[in-house]
Structures are given as C-alpha cells and as structure tokens.
C-alpha cells in the first residue's frame, strides 16, 4: 500500500505564494513519477504539474510560470511552489501517483481571495 499526505493548503490573498507538500510511505512506495491535481467546486479534477523521478516537469498551460514542481527523492516528498496566486486557483489540492494503482492523498484546501 501508498500513503500520500499533503500539507501545506492555506487562505492567501491574490498575488500571494503558498508551498504544497506531499510525503509519500507504504510497504511499497518507491521513487515514482507524481502528479499534482486540483479540483475547485463544480468542476472536474485536472492536473496540475507531473515530475518525473529525475526531476523533470510538466505543466498546465493556466499555472504555467508561476507553480513549480519539485521533488526530494530521499525525503519520498513532493512540493508544489505556487506564486503569483489568482482566486481561480482556489480549490482542493491532491498529491497522486501510480503504483500498479493510482493512488490519492486526502487534499488540501488552497484558497486565494480577491
């Protein structure tokens, strides 16, 4: 089994920065490519940014240049730096990956207000 707990949520104003983290354990957990979701009110769950285990990323075109993925493998943690924050980021953050399952934390609510 995978554990992912994500951390790190918070209400910031338009223009403000938060860090997401996402520790991953479990019997068989290893150095895996991640994936960030997020999922506001109404709306489907999209994808955010994906790293691979050797740190390379992608991104969603609408958080492009301001949302940085990164990852320390020794530490089995994932971040999400997020800048620039507009209220249209407001929803709840998922950490995820695929271990011949996917597997999902429980989310942490980001909230920007205007």
């Known amino acids: 089994q995978v554990q992912l707990v994500e951390s790190g949520g918070g209400l910031v104003q338009a223009g403000g920065s938060l860090r997401l983290s996402c520790s991953a354990s479990?019997?068989?957990?290893?150095?895996?490519?991640m994936a960030w979701y997020r999922q506001a009110p109404g709306n489907q769950r999209e994808l955010v940014a994906t790293?691979?285990?050797?740190?390379?990323?992608n991104y969603a075109d609408s958080v492009k240049g301001r949302f940085t993925i990164s990852r320390d493998n020794a530490k089995n943690t994932v971040y999400l730096q997020m800048n620039s924050l507009k209220p249209e980021d407001t929803a709840v953050y998922y950490c995820?990956?695929?271990?011949?399952?996917?597997?999902w934390g429980q989310g942490t609510q980001v909230t920007v207000s205007s």
């Open positions: 995820n990956c695929v271990i011949g399952r996917e597997y």
């Open positions: 479990g019997t068989i957990f290893r150095p895996n490519p």
């Open positions: 790293i691979t285990i050797g740190g390379s990323a």
